[in-house]
């Protein structure tokens, strides 16, 4: 299987910054599209913010102007720059990535982001 490596979460203030990164580790794959998703205590996983292999951006109306998402085609690395965090971004941050082959998704072990003062 495809394992995906995450890094950057942490504690953070109202109005910080964080960064947010995800690699393939242990098995080798191209992607065709890679993003980040969050999930809050009781809620729904929820879309942040993809990126295509040919670098189309979406992001949800809540991170817009905020959150950066990029990636690093040699790598395959993603990541997501978070600025202007308040405690609504709270979550458990997951990286996915899309096989170019198969087109099945792969998910990370989640980070945690706490925006609290």
Known sequence: ???LVESGGGLVQPGGS??????ASRTIFMFSAMG??????????DLVATI??????????SVKGRFTISKDNRKNTVSLQMNSLNPADTA???????????YL???GQGTQ???SS
């Open 1 to 3: 299987q495809v394992h």
């Open 18 to 23: 964080l960064r947010l990164s995800c690699a």
């Open 36 to 45: 980040w998703y969050r999930q809050a205590p009781g809620k729904q996983r």
């Open 52 to 61: 295509t292999s040919g670098g189309s951006t979406n992001y949800a109306d």
């Open 92 to 102: 458990v941050y997951y990286c996915k990535a899309t096989n170019i082959a198969t």
């Open 105 to 107: 998704d792969y998910w």
């Open 113 to 115: 982001v706490t925006v």
